[in-house]
């Protein structure tokens, strides 16, 4: 019944398993690849037609994470899997970028990938074994795909590369010093495609060490799905590109000359506008028969391509005007918003951005409920593209897959740099808002997104800057880089290679190929070029920010205490009692962790020094030979009982209340009256001895000599 093909190798420290010919054998291509106890299906289906009038290539991925697959029920009301998370949307985005180009030119046919974790081990990431199995069910489904490719993850401890290090290792790298890079490398087996990374400010020769040595461990895995398609792959499928070479002779001839001249506009929206109108004479030259042809948009694209393409390689002149390794103008902005905790606006060129940020308390971490676990996390950052942003009027939602992952890249650049959370104990959402876009406005939310924390009062710890490259590569081989691209460079080249980092090193790199991959000397040449870029940018930022910048009076102000472990049962109360006396009678809000520390937050400095002493009161032992502040609460025939330290009550003995002889401590107190005492030390039994007699009850001060003899 089953025709079932199995291929395993050994990986790492684990074993790496792709099988396919049980599951979803209507499929086009199925296969389950198992890393470890981690298993992901990957499904492909395609259209055997493409619509008609299709100018696009429409590969749509999913990737769904199935709690079941580490043995958990889904929270929330309806206890099924709902809306793609985050990790899920990054992980799609993961597996689209490195697979997208390898599809033969000119195949618009609809294509579904779909990823499922079915097993989580816990140890494993899925995210690379989902990239595996929808290379391997892509290859064996007869699409005309160029791969296969794989991935794999770069960890980088003591000198040292890691591959594919355990979940536990990559989890919240901001507490681990000695775990410097998450890396992810897909490409094919001889070239990378895509890279995607998180980093501590490594050099540029510590990034390209890790991207080869990722390239080195990823090819076994070609391999064996080389392997597994020699005996399990369906015929390939019967598409030849389309020919329209008459076509794009015809669109030259009518366009190119004012195309070219309107591509030499330096300003965006005079040349978008001009672009415009050289299509339309294009077009106003076509026949109806030319005008109706699904390919006049690839020809169209091609005209434009050659023409920037072929300038910029062959002058060293871009559209705008600049040399290839110049960055435009950069205007940098700081406190802009008067109500706001920190605030930028970060303008380069035609690309700008308004970052926002806010620091709240313990209570605004964000919850994230994952496969692995649930876990917290005080730094957030949200990226916003509006249409007005292109000068479009288009449709305005929820977040969409770029937004997410642009706003991941910007997180990750920053978050290696912020403080740790002992040292600042505040949740900081950082919100980018895009209001003008030309090219890679991600990182102009890195640079922004910095200036605002520091804004802010953020103590980080370095500035963080970023820049786009683009890449020109010929088919003769000649190829040009560009530092700082254009929207219609990024849109025309052969590459987005975006890198953020300090003056020390990298904290971001992100890669995307069109082509089948770049040489590692393209590489090398793009790093070098982008540090230097980065450091200009740098070098403009500084400019905003002539002198430290304080805490707005509009912020919280948060104070940590450490308390003994063995505290925090006495600081919370039977129900919770006790700290919800604390937060009602301060006004503060007050966190507990499980390590002792407490954050007691509050605008009011006041509420928080009243919550830190009802809470010192509590967890604090009373020091002999020290003076406080008490109350009496009873009085006796040999003296009187006074609340001095939190809850503690200790013993005036009536020979120690004053410097003579008294009939009774009602003489001279009352139950209910503020006295000064002195902890005289504790009896044989534990008990407490004050006395009243050794303090000026005045002053609080410890009393004269004179005055403490009878």
């Not at 003591?158 to 490409?187: F, S, W």
């Not at 009550?649 to 139950?671: A, M, T």
Request: net charge negative.
């Amino acid at each position: 019944m089953f025709d079932v093909k199995t291929k395993s190798m050994q990986w790492g420290e684990e074993t790496l398993t792709l099988e396919t010919g049980k599951v979803a054998r209507q499929a086009d291509g199925s296969v389950i690849a198992t890393l470890g106890e981690t298993s992901v299906m990957a499904n492909v289906t395609f259209a055997k037609k493409a619509k008609p009038g299709q100018d696009f290539f429409p590969l749509t991925v999913h990737y769904q994470e199935k709690y079941y697959a580490a043995g958990k029920v889904p929270g929330g009301f309806f206890k099924r899997e709902a809306r793609p998370s985050e990790k899920e949307t990054l992980t799609a985005r993961l597996i689209d970028r490195p697979i997208r180009p390898l599809f033969v030119s000119g195949f618009k046919h609809e294509v579904l990938v779909m990823c499922t974790v079915l097993s989580h081990d816990l140890v494993n990431d899925p995210d690379i074994v989902a990239m595996i199995a929808a290379s391997a069910a892509l290859t064996i489904s007869g699409v005309p795909f160029m791969g296969p490719i794989a991935g794999c993850r770069v960890g980088y401890e003591g000198g040292e590369y890691i591959l594919n290090p355990e979940l536990d290792d990559m989890q919240d790298l901001r507490t681990k010093p000695d775990q410097r890079l998450d890396l992810v490398v897909a490409g094919t087996k001889d070239a990378v495609m895509m890279v995607e990374s998180e980093a501590y400010e490594l050099t540029e020769e510590e990034m390209l060490g890790a991207v080869t040595f990722a390239h080195e461990q990823l090819k076994p895995v070609v391999d064996l799905i080389v392997s597994l398609a020699e005996e399990a792959a369906k015929d390939p499928f019967d598409f030849q590109a389309p020919d329209y070479s008459e076509l794009y002779a015809t669109v030259k001839s009518l366009g190119e000359e004012q195309m070219r001249a309107a591509f030499a506009i330096s300003d965006k929206q005079a040349r978008t506008t001009a672009v415009s109108d050289a299509r339309a004479a294009i077009l106003a030259g076509l026949t109806e028969e030319q005008s109706e042809d699904a390919n006049l948009g690839s020809a169209l694209k091609k005209l434009e391509a050659s023409i920037l393409r072929g300038d910029v390689v062959r002058t060293g002149k871009r559209i705008d005007g600049r040399n290839l390794d110049q960055v435009r103008q950069i205007v940098s902005e700081v406190g802009i918003l008067p109500r706001t905790h920190g605030s930028a606006l970060f303008t380069r060129g035609e690309t700008q951005g308004l970052v926002i940020t806010t620091l709240g308390t313990g209570d605004d971490e964000q919850f994230i409920d994952a496969l692995h676990g649930t876990s917290k996390s005080n730094f957030l950052l949200h990226y916003n593209f509006p249409p007005y942003s292109v000068g479009e009027a288009g449709r305005v939602g929820p977040p969409g897959r770029r937004e997410i992952g642009h706003g991941k890249l910007a997180w990750r650049a920053l978050q290696a740099v912020l403080p740790a959370a002992t040292d600042f104990p505040y949740t900081i959402r950082i919100v980018s808002e895009i209001t003008e876009s030309n090219g890679s406005s991600s990182m102009a939310s890195v640079c922004g997104g910095s200036l605002s924390m520091m804004d802010a009062g953020v103590p980080l710890k370095a500035a963080v800057a970023g820049v786009a490259m683009g890449l020109i590569l010929e088919d003769d081989g000649q190829y040009a880089v560009l530092t700082d691209i254009l929207g219609d460079e990024d849109h025309l080249g052969d590459m987005d290679f975006k890198v953020a980092g300090t003056e020390k090193g990298i904290t971001s790199l992100q890669m995307d190929i069109k082509v089948a991959g770049i040489t590692p000397q393209i590489m090398e040449k793009a790093l070098e070029q982008a540090k230097a870029g980065r450091l200009h940018i740098l070098g403009e930022m500084n400019k905003a920010l002539t002198a430290p910048s304080g805490f707005s009076e509009y912020a919280p102000k948060i104070e940590t205490m450490q308390i003994p472990t063995d505290k925090i049962r006495e600081v919370i109360g039977s129900g919770g009692k006790v700290i919800r006396e604390i937060v009602e009678t301060s006004g503060a809000k007050v966190d507990i962790n499980d390590d002792g520390v407490i954050k007691i937050a509050s605008s009011d400095a006041d509420a928080i020094k009243r919550a830190y002493d009802m809470i010192y009161s509590i967890v604090a032992e009373p020091e002999e030979g020290k003076i406080y502040k008490g109350k009496v609460v009873k009085l006796v025939d040999f003296g009187a009982f006074v609340n001095f330290f939190g809850k503690r009550d200790g013993l005036v003995h009536v020979s120690q209340i004053e410097n003579r002889r008294l009939n009774h401590p009602s003489d001279v107190l009352k139950e209910g009256q503020e006295v000064w005492v002195k902890l005289l030390g504790f009896d044989d039994r534990g008990k407490v001895r004050l006395s009243m007699r050794v303090v000026d009850q005045a002053t609080g001060e410890p009393a004269k000599e004179d005055e403490q003899t009878d």
